[in-house]
């Protein structure tokens, strides 16, 4: 019953993290609550282990049907899996606390910037190209790839923001862009977990499966509706980690 319950948890984190990101909104929460006893790190671990497979099924289906700016996004990627290396390695020196009491500000101005701003990234028009757009996106994979490592919440949020806000994407390209760097932190997350032990590989294999038959619906959701469908999402599971990280930082 446990791992149905985790498996489901992951089936339906596939669909959402596929679609804008947001999936270990309801899959962490869901570990922590079936296994209450196992130490946070070993869960942690075993999310990574299970979402990173939908993440990058998603990439590929994203893909197929969109124009992915690869001369910029691959060393975008390269960038974020170092920065979330380096976010790790961090939160073992200091603590994240301060992050944690800041993060639904920054997310709430995150929403109200969206709410106001109508048409943001309803249209697709790049605003960099060659070299000025590598160096841009590689910036945004370092600086968010060290709040994956670091922190984590609304890592996937803070990509799509950042692709529409600063290079001009729509949310469907951007949310195709995310998840190719979203798959390059989760993969330097399990590296890490993984050397520390911290992996059910039994229960990670299982969650892996349901999350890409739940990220296979979200991408052809997604990709059927386009940017706007998107943006209605991305608006939604921004303000469900306002409330949860919100929630969090009273209790600290």
Do not use: C
Not at 17 to 39: E, W
Not at 77 to 85: I, K, P, T
Not at 100 to 122: F, H, M, S
């Amino acid at each position: 019953m446990e791992l149905l319950t985790v498996t489901f948890a992951s089936l339906f984190a596939g669909f959402v993290d596929a679609i804008v990101g947001g999936g270990g909104l309801i899959l962490v929460p869901a570990l922590f609550s079936v296994y209450p006893t196992a130490t946070p790190a070993t869960l942690f671990g075993t999310n990574k282990g299970g979402a990173i497979w939908g993440t990058a099924w998603a990439t590929y289906q994203f893909s197929r049907k969109v124009d992915m700016r690869w001369a910029a996004l691959l060393p975008a990627a390269g960038a974020a899996l170092v920065g979330s290396f380096a976010g790790a390695w961090a939160v073992t020196l200091i603590s994240a606390n301060g992050l944690r009491k800041a993060l639904p500000i920054v997310l709430l101005a995150v929403l109200v910037y969206t709410l106001l701003r109508k048409d943001l990234g309803r249209q697709h028009a790049p605003r960099f190209s060659g070299r000025a757009e590598a160096a841009v996106a590689g910036a945004l994979g370092a600086v968010i790839g060290f709040y994956d490592g670091f922190f984590g919440p609304g890592t996937g949020s803070f990509f799509v923001f950042a692709f529409v806000r600063l290079l001009g994407y729509d949310f469907l390209n951007a949310s195709a862009s995310a998840k190719l760097l979203n798959t390059a932190t989760n993969a330097s997350a399990i590296a890490l977990f993984a050397f520390k032990g911290h992996v059910w590989w039994h229960i990670a294999a299982a969650m892996a499966v349901a999350n890409v038959a739940g990220s296979l619906l979200g991408t052809r959701l997604a990709l059927k509706h386009g940017a706007g469908f998107v943006r209605g999402v991305f608006i939604l599971v921004v303000s469900a980690l306002i409330a949860k990280t919100g929630w969090d930082a009273l209790k600290l």
